[in-house]
């Protein structure tokens, strides 16, 4: 089982920028697909981003397109959120998540979990 650890979180103002990292150990890196969730108070779980196991592809909510960037350094097994261009509405907890297989934008296929890590952006 992979145990993945967040970092990067904090408070940011409008229209700045943060960069969130996932280190992952366990199970060989290399092979999962990995995305970026979040959540905020209140709501459900949302999906941000997501990478193939190489990199080659990858998927955006539409609400982040053109902002943030997904991005994966296999030999450092660790995956990194870009954001730029903050809004107040990007306020939530990110979590990053680990699949075996093809990348998914669906919360349900991934079986690995962070503890999360909280972005603030005040207005």
């Known amino acids: 089982q992979a145990q993945l650890v967040e970092s990067g979180g904090g408070l940011v103002q409008a229209g700045g920028s943060l960069r969130l990292s996932c280190v992952v150990s366990g199970r060989t890196f290399s092979s999962y697909a990995m995305g970026w969730f979040r959540q905020a108070p209140g709501k459900e779980r949302e999906f941000v981003a997501a990478?193939?196991?190489?990199?080659?592809?990858?998927a955006y909510a539409d609400s982040v397109k053109g902002r943030f960037t997904i991005s994966r350094d296999n030999a450092k097994n660790t995956v990194y959120l870009q954001m730029n261009s903050l809004k107040p509405e990007d306020t939530a907890v990110y979590y990053c998540?680990?699949?075996?297989?093809?990348?998914?934008?669906?919360?349900?296929?991934?079986?690995?979990w962070g503890q999360g890590t909280q972005v603030t952006v005040s207005s």
């Open positions: 990478i193939s196991w190489g990199g080659g592809s990858t």
């Open positions: 998540a680990a699949k075996s297989g093809s990348h998914s934008t669906y919360a349900g296929a991934f079986g690995s």
